[in-house]
């Protein structure tokens, strides 16, 4: 699985083609031979894969109880919108319209990598929910990362 890193500020030119900047190219070598996956965020949002990594993440969401109303919402509803990007020359991938106004991204964005994925923002949005960090962010470690380190202890 990649791990990607880094944070990078983009502009999408008039017909929402969005450049990947060399740094992160660099750390998708598999992204012209296999393709991306992009799809919707939990917040207002989108989230690109790679193939592989999604293909991971649709075999899980097949292992569920589909006979469950909430389940199969939960499916329909990570998966709308949901789309394979590939790379042109020029190293641009064109990201759905329906997307793009879902996460109300236009013009700036911001590239947030997270582990094996990788967040795209409107640069507004992204700004704004950083500008509402948590005042005291070492509370929020010891309870998101406190009981994990217990129970890694106790291992």
Same mark, same amino acid.
């Given at each position: 699985?990649?791990?990607?890193?880094?944070?990078?500020?983009?502009?999408?030119?008039? =017909? /929402?083609?969005?450049?990947?900047?060399? /740094?992160?190219?660099?750390?998708?070598?598999?992204?012209?031979?296999? @393709?991306?996956?992009?799809?919707? @965020?939990?917040?207002?949002?989108?989230?690109?894969?790679?193939?592989?990594?999604?293909?991971?993440?649709?075999?899980?969401?097949?292992?569920?109880?589909?006979?469950? =109303? =909430?389940?199969?919402?939960?499916?329909?509803?990570?998966?709308?919108?949901?789309?394979?990007?590939?790379?042109?020359?020029?190293?641009?991938?064109?990201?759905?319209?329906?997307?793009?106004?879902?996460?109300?991204?236009? @013009?700036?964005?911001?590239?947030?990598?997270?582990?094996?994925?990788?967040?795209?923002?409107? =640069?507004?949005?992204?700004?704004?929910?950083?500008?509402?960090?948590?005042?005291?962010?070492?509370?929020?470690?010891?309870?998101?990362? /406190?009981?994990?380190?217990?129970?890694?202890?106790?291992?």
């Amino acid at each position: 699985m990649a791990h990607f890193l880094g944070e990078f500020d983009c502009k999408l030119d008039a =017909k /929402g083609r969005l450049m990947i900047p060399a /740094g992160l190219k660099k750390q998708l070598p598999e992204a012209e031979r296999e @393709g991306l996956v992009v799809n919707r @965020g939990f917040e207002k949002h989108l989230v690109v894969y790679t193939r592989k990594e999604w293909e991971v993440i649709v075999d899980e969401l097949s292992k569920l109880n589909t006979y469950e =109303k =909430k389940t199969r919402e939960f499916i329909r509803y990570f998966t709308r919108g949901a789309s394979e990007l590939t790379l042109d020359a020029a190293n641009r991938v064109l990201l759905p319209k329906s997307l793009l106004e879902y996460a109300g991204i236009a @013009g700036e964005v911001v590239l947030s990598c997270q582990f094996n994925k990788i967040e795209i923002w409107a =640069k507004d949005a992204y700004d704004s929910q950083l500008d509402n960090e948590p005042e005291n962010f070492a509370n929020l470690a010891e309870e998101v990362m /406190g009981n994990a380190a217990r129970r890694n202890a106790n291992d």
